[in-house]
């Protein structure tokens, strides 16, 4: 994948997509396949906001039974099923543990029936996953004494058993984004990280004829021509939306803002869900109690989340501040006593703003909306060749992604149906076989150490054969980055040869994910630095540059809560 800005101003598409998050990139992937001329690009790098604040979490909706939303449910149940398909190297079972406090609707006896129909209701669960390692197994009720064992520290008063059940995971999820933006190139779509759409030239009959967009990098702008457009901005759409008329936008970007804590190894080895002493979930339709905190264990770390609380404001102006961090961090401990964690636990956070459930919530209880923003503009006296789609769940990407290109091929006169990519898996899952089998040849192969292999397995799926062979054909970099065992040097030329890698953040935590858990050391960010300043021809003082926006990026937003920052 190559950062071509000049097939973008030469070239006329079909489609031209404005945003690259995971939403942007998977549409992108579905147009191409359908065989229409598309390009996209993204103001940031790929998946750099509202993408990189995901829990990691590719879950089958045990939670919508309580909403009574089995549409919904069977929605997340078959897209969970297709991201197992798609991306086998990305994707993975995960046990989670509910408990379950006193009786009836909130005891064990609720939760059995619950369990019951998620297992009917998701019989088909593991159709087309071939690795039975890798299949969905049915929930269970444990006893007290059995989920006291499995989570220390627990509130006792009331425990009456607890839930065991099964949903999916992502080994990393910024690697699963870029992996919809490599297919999408594999397909030939034209796409670019830092180019900004700044503004767009319409025709007399009011459709769009071009974006005028900006290079980040260099400043210059161009025009890049579609005859059909897509707005996947997320908590930018409306001020994107504004820029057809030349102004800025007068409306309050409203949202939903949800953060995530990533702290120390807490001793469950399950994911786990315990109930917030201080929020409920008003919008249930069978109320159990209050809202849920969500722990996962994923890789050496925990991730705790998620909040929901207003945004009011331009999203540019949004971070994580250290009120954000201690206010979580506190409702968390008492949630679950047994976690313990203190401020210095808290290795790194991320977030991002969701479309709101109800705009006159309380700003203390609001909810994230269950439902995508899909704006056909042509049918509300807007252009007629512009969408615009702000998505909700990562989960049920692909499906959105499909509803989009089937809305360019049905206003390009092409076959709605096209080829899905529900028959497709994405870049690096061409992988035959158990997946743990082919983490055990890479180690055969290249003599990586088992901890190494599955590493590199797990991120960059067939992909890595090609790392392998940039390591043995320069040897500078073979080996492991210095203070940074089980990271390629490999890697950071890769990703800026091959995956459009243009600064040391993209680098390091949306190409290698060196520093997505924490602080990966100063040594490890300066080799990183190094290998990265001659890929991309940087000087001293702009490698300096380049480190001190990454060490910036370990530090809180300044405000209280609406102010900006990183992530």
Not at 276 to 301: C, H, M, Q
Not at 374 to 387: I, S, T, Y
Request: proline content about 5%; charged content about 25%.
């Amino acid at each position: 994948m190559k950062r071509d800005l000049r097939r973008l101003a030469d070239e006329s598409f079909d489609v031209l997509i404005v945003g690259g998050g995971v939403y942007g990139l998977a549409t992108a992937w579905a147009c191409a396949l359908r065989g229409l001329r598309t390009a996209l690009v993204e103001r940031g790098d790929f998946g750099a906001a509202t993408s990189a604040g995901s829990l990691k979490l590719v879950h089958g909706g045990l939670r919508y039974l309580q909403h009574l939303d089995m549409v919904r449910m069977r929605l997340s149940i078959r897209e969970r099923r297709h991201m197992f398909r798609i991306a086998p190297h990305l994707v993975h079972p995960l046990a989670f543990l509910v408990p379950c406090y006193g009786h009836a609707i909130r005891g064990p006896e609720a939760m059995r029936v619950a369990l019951a129909l998620n297992d009917l209701i998701s019989a088909d669960r593991n159709r087309g996953i071939g690795d039975p390692a890798r299949w969905i197994p049915r929930g269970r009720l444990l006893r007290p004494d059995e989920c006291r064992r499995r989570l220390p520290g627990l509130r006792d008063d009331g425990l009456t058993g607890a839930a065991l059940f099964w949903d999916g995971q992502m080994y990393d999820s910024e690697r699963l984004t870029l992996a919809f933006a490599l297919s999408a190139a594999r397909e030939g779509a034209a796409l670019a990280n830092y180019a900004e759409a700044v503004g767009f030239d319409r025709g007399p009959d009011g459709t769009i004829r071009a974006a005028r967009v900006r290079d980040v990098r260099s400043g210059a702008e161009f025009a890049a021509g579609a005859r059909l457009f897509i707005n996947m901005t997320g908590p930018w759409s409306d001020i994107t939306l504004a820029r057809l008329h030349g102004a800025k936008s007068r409306r309050e970007v409203r949202r939903s803002k949800g953060i995530q804590l990533i702290v120390r190894r807490l001793p469950c080895e399950t994911a786990f869900g315990v109930e917030s002493l201080r929020e409920r979930d008003k919008t249930a339709k069978i109320p159990r109690g209050r809202r849920s905190y969500f722990a996962t264990p994923w890789r050496n770390v925990t991730i705790i989340g998620t909040t929901d609380t207003l945004f009011v404001g331009n999203p540019d102006e949004y971070g994580v501040t250290e009120a954000d961090i201690q206010e979580f961090l506190a409702a968390f401990n008492e949630a679950y006593p047994g976690a313990g964690l203190t401020r210095a636990e808290v290795k790194f956070w991320c977030g991002g703003l969701r479309p709101l459930g109800d705009v006159d919530a309380d700003p203390d209880h609001v909810q994230a909306a269950k439902r995508p923003e899909v704006v056909d503009h042509g049918r509300v006296g807007g252009p007629a060749n512009l969408l615009t789609v702000v998505g909700v769940k990562y989960t049920v990407v692909r499906a959105l992604a499909e509803r989009a290109a089937r809305w360019a091929a049905v206003r390009l006169g092409r076959d709605p149906a096209g080829e899905p990519t529900s028959g497709r898996v994405l870049a690096g899952g061409e992988i035959s076989g158990p997946v743990d089998e082919f983490v055990r040849q890479l180690s055969s192969a290249h003599g990586w150490a088992p901890a190494l292999a599955e590493r590199i397995g797990r991120m960059y799926g067939t992909a890595a054969v090609a790392l392998a062979e940039l390591a043995r054909q320069e040897p500078a970099l073979s080996g492991e980055l210095p203070g940074a065992p089980g990271v390629l040097k490999a890697e950071i030329a890769y990703a800026c040869r091959e995956e459009a890698a243009q600064t040391l953040a993209d680098i390091v935590f949306r190409r290698t994910g060196l520093g997505s858990a924490g602080h990966p050391g100063a040594e490890a960010l300066r080799a990183c630095a190094y290998i990265a300043a001659a890929e991309l021809g940087w000087d001293e003082p702009r490698m300096k540059a380049e480190l001190d926006a990454v060490e910036q990026a370990y530090r809180p937003a300044a405000g209280s809560g609406s102010g900006g920052g990183h992530r």
